[in-house]
């Protein structure tokens, strides 16, 4: 019984401390542009590497 009363306010205090870092990590823009970084993934920023092998050179 005594092991509640030490585990209840632990869990609380964790929940709250979740809480606040989502708050922030919301008030500080980290959820702001989700669908740049999947943009940002496909866009190819540098030239291709030819390949010698399709080549038609004869």
Do not use: C, N
């Not at 092991?3 to 989502?22: C, D, S």
């Amino acid at each position: 019984m005594t092991m509640l009363l030490w585990m209840i306010p632990i869990a609380l205090m964790m929940g709250f401390l979740g809480l606040v870092g989502f708050m922030w990590s919301l008030k500080s823009g980290q959820y702001d542009d989700l669908d740049g970084a999947a943009q940002r993934i496909l866009m190819d920023d540098e030239a291709p590497l030819s390949d010698p092998a399709m080549s038609t050179d004869d």
